[in-house]
Antibody, heavy 117, light 110 residues
């Protein structure tokens, strides 16, 4: 079945960068784009951007432009999300989600990124 | 892009129906038939419940239904069950390969 498996939790210092991976299985990787969404503790979902797995082109939410980079490796069916200049407010669970029907399904298990103050 | 507006909370007794609204603008909800709804239990990843306004993925009970009128989309859960107690988020395509989520609604089954 379709499955997205994300990398493990990270703790980063303010100002550093973090790179989260999302490995896809159970379908043809380049068939569908991939969303990245984050959720701060106790807060709602926030769309970060999308990567087209076929050609690697991206679209980022305005609030993340300049700080986020999404890439993919078709040889390993993996997408990556790198967020730079981390601040305390970036503490969140980061999810990848397969883009189907202009929605996301399924979602990865999430990766907790902690940026201590 | 501003977040879509959802009520913070909703509730109902088992067997009852509850409707959750999701209000956007003509640039997102009103402009496209690409509204989706997600269910999230504590500590779990979101699960797709409705896509393209009113379509259900395989495996989602038909107790869940969606519709849209103008700039407002709605999710209705009929025949409430204890396992429906969760957070629900709407999401809309907003053009130019951008998406926007609602703030989320905590549904309590009394």
């Amino acid at each position: 079945q379709v499955q997205l498996v994300q990398s493990g939790a990270e703790v980063k210092k303010p100002g550093a960068s973090v790179k989260v991976s999302c490995k896809a299985a159970g379908y043809t990787f380049t068939t569908d784009h991939m969303h990245w969404v984050r959720q701060a503790p106790g807060q709602g979902l926030e769309w970060m951007g999308i990567i087209k797995t076929r050609d690697g082109s991206t679209s980022y939410a305005l609030q993340f432009q300049g700080r986020v980079t999404m890439t993919r490796d078709t040889s390993t069916s993996t997408v990556y999300m790198e967020l730079s200049s981390l601040r305390c407010e970036d503490t969140a669970v980061y999810y990848c989600a397969r883009a189907v029907f202009f929605a996301g399904d399924p979602w990865g298990q999430g990766t907790l990124v902690t940026v201590p103050s | 892009q501003s977040a879509l507006t959802q009520p913070p909370s909703a509730s109902g007794s088992p067997g009852q129906s509850v409707t959750i609204s999701c209000t956007g603008t003509s640039s997102d909800v009103g402009g496209y038939n690409y509204v989706s709804w997600y269910q999230q239990h504590p500590g779990k990843a979101p699960k797709l419940m409705i896509y393209e306004v009113s379509k259900r993925p395989s495996g989602v009970p038909d107790r869940f239904s969606g519709c849209k009128s103008g700039n407002t989309a709605s999710l209705t859960v009929s025949g409430l069950q204890a396992e429906d107690d969760a957070d629900y988020y709407c999401c809309s395509y907003a053009g130019s390969y951008n998406w926007v989520f609602g703030g989320g609604t905590k549904l309590t089954v009394l």
